[in-house]
């Protein structure tokens, strides 16, 4: 989210000609700690389906099925018992299967807490992997995820797709390799035309992109454009951070990173380095989410990378 990711980058006090610094391996503990105070909104989308949202991580969506609840991503573990509190008041059913779009801590920690309850969670393999070991999130973070413990981590894996079938819903999961990660996972709702993007798609501008642990903005663009491609005018998108969209809010999301593809693109047609790249990129005020200089610098080099 911008907002938790912008306190990041401000807190770390890094810049990109600090990309050297020590890895801070204890920044998401105390982080942890200041998470208790934080709002939890609860926002019914239609009868069976809720997002929990909040300023400190990744949207929840919540399915009501006949025999228990299913949840897409976990936040926090520390808000666990306040996110239970509110599945309480949702149903009395208990939660019967987690789901994780990927693997950063803002929406998988919460693992800890249903986790330790046998909840069966189902993701890709390379989340799975990438949870069980230690995790260094570069630029512009520079901080330590630590590998998370045994009761945490994904029970279930898949490949490319797994199918789930529940009270007459089917519940379509699919891997977009190197998007926003290596092991992004959207989640289709099928009969409620409801997906969840994961951070594939915010709403808060320009996006974080996980270069270093298989993340591709071109690629993650293409995913975009195949979620336009399926989707009609009905159809209704849970973005990793923000707000219930339409396709038309996908679309913005899809022009706003073209626009910055393009430029990116033509001053390197025109032999441009990065840092003159730089200096001529424009985008409309507001957009800018975990910043421009961090978007141009990674477009420029996937540019180059998929040039060769």
Known sequence: MKNLKTILFLSLGL????????????????????????????????????????????NILVFVGNDGLTLVDTQWGVLGPRISEILEHISEKPVIRVINTHYHFDHVDGNIFFGQDGVPIIAHHNIQKRMAADQVLTPPFLILQSAYPRESLPTVTFGHSMTLYDSGEVIELFHFPNAHTDGDVVVHFKNADLYHCGDIFVTYGLPYVDEDNGGDIFVLMEAIEHLISVSGPETRFVPGHGPLCTVEDLKDYRDLLVSVRDQVTSCIREGLDMDDTLSRIKVDAGKEGIGLELTVRHMYRMAQKHDK
């Open 15 to 58: 810049s990109f000609g600090q990309l050297t610094a020590q890895v801070d391996s204890t920044f998401l503990d105390a982080m942890k700690e200041q998470l208790a105070g934080v709002e939890l909104v609860l926002t019914m989308v239609e009868k069976d389906f809720f997002i929990i949202s909040s300023e400190s991580g990744g």
